[in-house]
């Protein structure tokens, strides 16, 4: 075969597959606007910002640079669907929270921008603090995990006031909790606490 | 090669033979490109291994429930998990879990030093003394088994793999998966250490409820489950073949398609000879 004949072959091969590439990137157009709408309307819907594509293992998701964005909406229709500020009625409920929780740690390792990695953060502190508010006194640790994903949220971006309102009412419920628990003790002063606010507390900084 | 130039009144007349030629030689290369292209990419997806629990050329940690829900019932397929460690010699570590959990043996061992621990699991005892069916008191009964708290066998079994600097690695958990509740939230967080952490995580359910199934389906997707038939293909494994991988048929057969458009190829568009006269 010429030289000649192996380039235009090579174009032809090129052409074709932009072609594809193109049909797969005319499929977002509209989708994702679409699909938030729907969301809105109706948070169970199954297969949200979702569609078939012809390239296999679409490359076109990752060029135009969509794949962090669908998997934090994807993520956020779970935490919906767990419905966190409801108390668990079953083994169910449990694998949705936890599935939820799972899919926006990963949301969050998908190279999203800090402003998403925060919106997670702040909905996992939330998952947390749900978690905390069921578990009696084995809430402990759920506590910790809420302070340290709010705090996380602020980190990553410093106008997140959701996740500064929740830090501050983590840290007073915390402090509360721990003056009711000196009041019980036998010969204990009551009020003997020093705080007054967020970040006031013995072993908390705050934000 | 030089090309021999033949100067001709008449070329003009071959001009559409000249154009089928061409495009039929176009038509070929393409064909043939694209088949050695397939032939490339499902070559590189071979992935033959010492069992298909492990990923190829790495350590893996069996990560084994020894908690009080799992009885003799379930043993049996405790059993030919680890017999097929055994038998296969691959490098292992091996985790037992109940309440709490502690590294049996570290990432690396050769498989078959986990022969003594075999007998546990198997019904009767070598001395006969014991009636068929009974299985021998292992070091776990009575002292260590208790609950299940799945997060604590998984975290040991991740800090061994980040202790011994085992890159890919791979743990197998054998379980029912019947978690306690309040382990839940600690679960969910080793799940997604180990996926930041680049482990893959597979299961062996020992004949869980629905219910518990269904929060690692959520957590780890369908795929990380150990099917029956793998299960089996991979019991069957002996000493002497210690390699599993399926036939790759797929590859079979974009090879065969190339062999054959180069045959072509050569038939239609070989170079021109002369044919001798006719005896």
């Known amino acids: ?207 | 090669m030089v090309a021999l130039r033949i100067p001709l009144s008449d070329a003009a007349a071959l001009a559409p033979a000249a154009r089928r030629t061409t495009l039929l030689r176009m038509t070929l290369a393409l064909a043939v490109l694209l088949a050695a292209i397939a032939c490339l990419l499902l070559a590189r997806r071979l992935d033959s291994q010492p069992s298909s629990y492990f990923a190829g050329g790495t350590s893996g940690v069996v990560v084994v429930d020894f908690s009080t829900s799992i009885d003799p019932g379930k043993y049996r397929r405790i059993d030919r998990v680890l017999r097929t460690i055994v038998r296969t010699s691959q490098p292992v570590g091996l985790v037992a879990y109940s309440d709490s959990a502690y590294e049996v043996v570290p990432p690396g061992t050769r498989g078959d030093v986990l022969r003594p621990v075999l007998r546990f699991f198997e019904p009767g005892s070598p001395t006969g003394r014991q009636l068929r069916n009974r299985f021998a008191d292992s070091p776990w009964t009575g002292t260590f088994r208790g609950g299940t708290r799945i997060s604590t066998g998984l975290r040991v079994a991740r800090e061994a793999l980040g202790r011994e600097h085992v890159t890919r690695g791979s743990v197998l958990l054998v379980s029912d998966l019947d978690d306690s509740a309040f382990d839940t939230a600690a679960l969910t967080q080793e799940a997604v250490r180990y996926r930041q952490a680049g482990i893959r995580l597979r299961l062996i359910p020992l004949f869980p409820s629905r219910e518990d199934r269904e929060l690692f389906t959520r957590l780890l997707g369908p795929s990380a489950f150990v099917g029956n038939r793998e299960l089996l293909r991979n019991s069957r494994l002996e000493g002497r073949s210690t390699l599993v991988g399926r036939f790759p048929w797929a590859l079979v057969a974009a090879a065969a398609g190339l062999l054959a458009l180069l045959a072509v190829n050569e038939r239609a568009l070989g170079a021109l000879r002369w044919r001798g006269a006719a005896a």
């Open chain 1, 1 to 207: 075969m010429s030289k000649r004949g192996l380039v235009t072959l090579l174009l032809l091969a090129a052409s074709t597959l932009l072609a594809v590439a193109a049909v797969d990137a005319l499929r977002w157009r509209g989708l994702v606007e679409r699909d938030d709408v729907t969301f809105a309307r109706a948070h169970g819907q199954p297969d949200l910002w979702q569609r078939d594509t012809l390239l296999p293992g679409d490359p076109v998701e990752r060029t135009i640079g969509v794949r962090d964005d669908i998997a934090f909406r994807r993520a956020l229709q779970r935490w919906v669907l767990a419905r966190p500020a409801q108390e668990p009625r079953n083994q169910h409920d449990l694998a949705l929270r936890a599935e939820a929780d799972a899919q926006l740690a990963f949301a969050a390792d998908a190279g999203a921008s800090a402003e998403t990695r925060s919106r997670v953060a702040t909905l996992r502190g939330v998952l947390a603090l749900e978690e905390a508010r069921t578990s009696g006194p084995r809430g402990a640790a759920a506590v910790e995990r809420s302070l340290e994903q709010f705090r996380l949220a602020i980190r990553l971006d410093g106008t997140n006031s959701q996740a500064k309102y929740d830090l501050e009412l983590v840290l007073r419920l915390a402090q509360s909790s721990a003056q009711q628990q000196r009041a019980r003790r036998p010969g204990s002063r009551p009020n003997s606490g020093t705080g007054t606010g967020a970040g006031s507390s013995s072993n908390q900084s705050g934000f």
